[in-house]
């Protein structure tokens, strides 16, 4: 139990174009989600912390026009990529928190890997 | 965010050693997690401590809550091959919300 799927696992895209990842939780509800980004041989950096129904929470230096954030149901939360540029190149990874559960129990999706051209 | 540091930050051993790796951070943390993460997939939740003081165990993984609530450290014992990866520590902070941090990570190879 307690799979996250990520969709796609890989996308290239031109610059300026936008790009939408999905992650789902497939067997449980997840009221929050968070989404973190990862470069090559670093630490996953938080960038926002999605809750269904409402407006994402960014961190800061997070910029929530650029990176949107979409929690429109218990299993799905998506993050758009908008006018993409080289420097977003990155691994993109989210996790889902099972609602009712310790606040431990996140689970992360497989990642999804942007490359900009 | 918050910045958590792992040490050290790689580790080249040989099959059978143990292994040490610590996290510290100048903030207190509500809960510690470690977590595994492989090349090109997310992390993988080993083990989760959420009081201070705390020892928990997960088969040849042992890890600690630290008493000051600003550190943890696991240790690996008797490594074997599917070890490799990198670890990560991560700390959930007191009286924020469900947002947890990510330490710097360890790289672990361990040779045959």
């Known amino acids: 139990g307690a799979v996250v799927s990520q969709h796609p696992s890989r996308v290239i895209c031109k610059s300026g174009t936008s790009v939408k990842i999905e992650c789902r939780s497939l067997d449980f509800q997840a009221t929050t989600m968070f989404w973190y980004r990862q470069f090559p041989k670093q630490s996953l950096m938080l960038m926002a912390t999605?809750?269904?129904?409402?407006?994402?929470?960014?961190e800061q230096g997070v910029e929530k026009d650029k990176f949107l954030i979409n929690h429109a149901s218990l299993t799905l939360s998506t993050l758009t990529v908008t006018s993409a540029h080289p420097e977003d190149s990155s691994f993109y990874i989210c996790?889902?928190?099972?609602?009712?559960?310790?606040?431990?129990?996140?689970?992360f999706g497989p990642g999804t890997r942007l490359t900009v051209t | 965010g918050q910045q958590l540091n792992q040490s050290p930050q790689s580790m080249f051993i040989q099959e059978g050693e143990d292994v040490s790796m610590n996290c510290t951070s100048s903030?207190?943390?509500?809960?510690w997690l470690w977590y595994k993460q492989d090349p090109g997939e997310g992390p993988v939740l080993l083990i989760a401590l959420y009081k201070a003081g705390e020892l928990t165990s997960n088969g040849r993984l042992t890890a600690q809550f630290g008493i000051t609530r600003k550190d943890s450290f696991l240790n690996i014992s008797a490594s074997i091959p599917s070890d490799v990866g990198i670890y990560f520590c991560?700390?959930?902070?007191?009286?924020?919300?469900?947002?947890?941090?990510f330490g710097t990570g360890t790289s672990l190879t361990v040779i045959p």
């Open positions: 996790s889902a928190r099972l609602s009712g559960g310790y606040s431990y129990e996140q689970y």
């Open positions: 999605s809750n269904e129904g409402s407006k994402a929470t960014y």
């Open positions: 903030s207190i943390f509500n809960t």
């Open positions: 991560a700390g959930q902070l007191r009286n924020t919300g469900n947002q947890f941090y």
